[in-house]
């Protein structure tokens, strides 16, 4: 009889929230003939996704292959630059492995950080805001990839060693003809030149600058194949003269040193730092001759493994004119020299001669440098090019 009782609110409520329960379960249960529909879909996106997967794989792979034959293209072609610049091409050795990898990374990072979608509320911002009256972009350097910077190091360092043989296997005429038409080699050849001696335990120019320091302001100083003029820069007070092949400063007067725009005797010392490299430098030391004035003196500093024989150098100057008065080979690299023009009729030992003597007219006539012939001297003889070993 209970069921014909009326139902209390209470046993409605639970009926219904039964009901509905029933529902879920119901809607939930798979249907028997939606089962084999529902694996074969599953399947289907399966294999969908493998199949993305492997394409994703096989355009990476693509990807990579492109990009190693780009890099072999580039090695071959810095091959034949540096064999045009008369290099055997040893820093160009094929790139290793390890290279070649870093620059596979280093292009995946930087597609990476160019797929990257503007997501800051800042630079969606500037998305939307027009964009402002076009001003002329400043020139943005691209940044350059190690494996790309170890190839500019290469090409640098062939290019380096190319202008240092062109400096000492010509005459200064030719080489002032080379530097003047192309300037910028001069700042290549510095640049390699700079790295060079940053590995000597002393650079001879901070040598001549610390003796020319305590000397009076007013010794007229030659600084002959200056350079960047260093010893100009750190003198300022000094009156000194510098020359070059290119004027790298307004410090630094452009000529061969051959040929001085200098008056006769009208220099107190002379420095030849490392720049004796012409074939005819003996015509240098011969110019320095001339413009230094009596008494003048004569400062040089070259590479030790240029000298086939000191003496004979030493004997070569003689017959220029000049007397020798210090030298200094303590050094690993470099000796230094310190010769003078006597002044005429002067003996060796820096005693005059009685003017108008057979002894003066004698030594003048021994001196005259202009009576020299250089080609006896044999100036290539005597000192050998520098030839920088590859690093
Ligand atoms: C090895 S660098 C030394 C530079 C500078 N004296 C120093 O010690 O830093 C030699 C310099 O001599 C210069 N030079 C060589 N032959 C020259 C010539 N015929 N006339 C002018 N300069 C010359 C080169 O251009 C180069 O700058």
Same mark, same amino acid.
């Given at each position: 009889m209970a069921g014909l009782l009326p139902k209390s609110k209470k046993d409605k409520k639970a009926e219904k929230k039964a009901a509905a329960a029933a529902a879920v379960v119901e809607e939930a249960k798979p249907v028997e003939s939606e089962k084999p529909a529902k694996e074969k879909k599953d399947k289907k996106d399966n294999i969908k996704a493998d199949n993305a997967a492997s394409k994703k794989q096989q355009q990476l792979a693509k990807e990579r292959e492109k990009l190693l034959e780009a890099l072999a293209r580039t090695n071959s072609a810095l091959e034949e630059l540096q064999e045009s610049l008369g290099d055997e091409g040893e820093d160009a050795a094929p790139l290793a492995k390890k290279d070649v990898k870093s620059a596979v990374q280093d292009k995946k990072k930087n597609k990476k950080e160019e797929a990257a979608p503007t997501t800051t509320k800042k630079e969606k911002k500037a998305a939307a805001t027009p964009a402002p009256a076009p001003v002329a972009p400043a020139a943005k350097q691209p940044k350059l990839t190690k494996l790309q910077e170890q190839m500019k190091k290469t090409l640098a360092g062939g290019k380096f060693r190319f202008l240092n043989e062109q400096l000492y296997t010509t005459t200064g005429e030719e080489a002032f003809d080379l530097f003047q038409s192309k300037p910028e080699l001069f700042d290549e050849y510095h640049e390699g030149f700079r790295s060079q001696v940053?590995?000597?335990?002393?650079?001879p120019v901070d040598i001549f600058i610390s003796q020319l320091k305590? =000397?009076? +302001?007013?010794t007229v100083i030659a600084d002959l194949g200056c350079g960047d003029a260093q010893i100009s820069a750190e003198l300022p007070k000094h009156n000194v003269l510098s020359f070059d092949?290119?004027? +790298?400063?307004?410090r630094v007067t452009a000529c061969d040193i051959a040929h001085l725009p200098l008056e006769d005797a009208s220099v107190d010392v002379a420095i030849f730092c490392l720049s004796? =490299?012409?074939?005819?430098f003996l015509k240098f030391l011969r110019e320095a001759y001339r413009v230094l004035k009596p008494n003048g003196k004569l400062k040089i500093s070259e590479v030790i493994s240029r000298f086939t024989d000191v003496d004979a150098f030493v004997a070569a100057l003689n017959a220029l004119g000049f007397e020798l008065k210090d030298s200094d080979s303590s050094n690993k690299m470099f000796i230094m020299f310190d010769f003078i023009k006597p002044a005429?009729?002067?003996?060796?030992?820096?005693k005059k001669a009685k003017k108008g003597s057979k002894k003066a007219k004698v030594q003048e006539e021994v001196v005259d440098p202009s009576n020299v012939d250089l080609e006896e001297l044999d100036g290539p003889s005597l000192l050998k090019p520098c030839i920088y070993k590859k690093r």
């Open positions: 940053e590995l000597w335990p002393q650079n305590p =000397m009076s +302001k007013d092949l290119v004027a +790298k400063n307004d004796l =490299m012409g074939t005819d005429p009729g002067a003996s060796s030992s820096g």
